[in-house]
């Protein structure tokens, strides 16, 4: 999960001078089901990429102060013949479903009916996933993962320790303080600092050493992590951004499913399925109390020719960062954030 979060992240934003929020467990879960959709090369490029989609599938989160909801959708035109496989391999997703909208008869209808259904998943962080002419007259189906996470950190950053600071670049941003046993750890070019939340979630700050560059060393940083006691500065975040991931992803391998020779016969015998675009929106929040999160990604699919005690450790996050959002027990990454203007 972690190799398709830094591979995609690459491809997705070059610009390291840029502010880019995603989410990795939502891409890979909508990317993985239309995986299970596919056949021949279009699937082999997509498990090439993918790599192994259980910790996407086993993540459940729960408990005190935490909300965590997941939907994977079909949404198809009732007139699409629908392989009673797939939707028994739908089935293993968490939150899948399976909804008819009028893609043929009225676009605009349809497009809202699964704005309005994201919107509902994600708690209204993300009311519009699709603009206008995302749906278009050929469009047949679409798999849409929607996700929302709201959770409080185990132990929260004092309120009255935040204040004004400075971040390279930017001036003086509401930068949060707190001393706690973290996990702690400074290799390969990074310094890295997990923030603990309940429900078995966890922030990974993750802090070049200069600035913002290749990604190799963050696998090794992150399995270096170490309790220690540590005097975190970090910044509060808001961060937002969309993205269309077919050119990223073409980048990466995926490119028979975005053309006409794409082999989707494993979601319905209709031969002339093939994959226009997928859309991806993020929103991610940190504050004193801890973080939320939403994130939905559609994979629109169209149709040929349709009719139709120690010293603390200091870490003082003042210049451009990544952060992940992950699992702790399956190492799901939920969220990636590069913020370079906090």
């Not at 391998?253 to 082999?263: E, I, Q, S, W, Y």
Request: charge should be negative; charged fraction near 25%.
């Amino acid at each position: 999960m972690l190799t398709f979060a830094l591979k995609l992240h690459d491809a997705l934003a070059p610009d390291r001078t840029a502010d880019v929020c995603w989410s990795p467990f939502s891409v890979a879960s909508a990317l993985g089901t239309t995986a299970q959709a596919a056949r021949g090369r279009t699937a082999d490029e997509l498990t090439a990429l993918l790599g192994d989609t259980t910790p996407v599938r086993e993540t459940r989160i729960s408990g005190d102060d935490v909300t965590f909801a997941v939907a994977n959708t079909l949404w198809a035109w009732d007139a699409l013949p629908v392989n009673e496989s797939f939707l028994t391999d739908l089935s293993a997703w968490p939150g899948a479903a399976v909804r008819s909208a009028p893609f043929a008869e009225d676009v605009e209808a349809a497009r809202k009916l699964i704005n309005a259904d994201v919107a509902d998943t994600t708690r209204g962080l993300i009311p519009e996933l699709l603009d206008r002419g995302a749906v278009k007259s050929d469009t047949v189906a679409a798999l849409v993962n929607a996700l929302y996470l709201k959770t409080a950190w185990t132990e929260e950053f004092p309120e009255h320790d935040t204040e004004d600071r400075p971040f390279r670049d930017v001036g003086d941003v509401p930068t949060m303080r707190r001393e706690a046993k973290s996990g702690y750890a400074h290799a390969a070019g990074w310094q890295a600092v997990t923030i603990p939340a309940h429900g078995g979630v966890e922030a990974v700050v993750l802090l070049p050493d200069d600035d913002l560059g290749g990604l190799s060393g963050v696998p090794t940083v992150l399995g270096a992590l170490q309790r220690r006691n540590v005097e975190l500065f970090l910044p509060r975040l808001r961060a937002k951004s969309s993205a269309l991931l077919s050119e990223p992803l073409r980048d990466l391998g995926v490119r028979t499913l975005f053309t006409k020779d794409a082999d989707l016969t494993g979601l319905s015998p209709d031969p002339r399925l093939y994959v226009d675009e997928v859309v991806h929106e993020a929103v991610l929040r940190l504050d004193e109390q801890g973080l939320e999160g939403a994130a939905a990604t559609a994979v629109m699919m169209r149709a040929v020719s349709l009719e139709l005690p120690e010293e603390p450790v200091t870490v003082r996050v003042d210049r451009p960062y990544l952060l992940l959002v992950r699992h702790q027990h399956t190492g799901a990454v939920l969220f990636v954030a590069q913020v370079a203007h906090p």
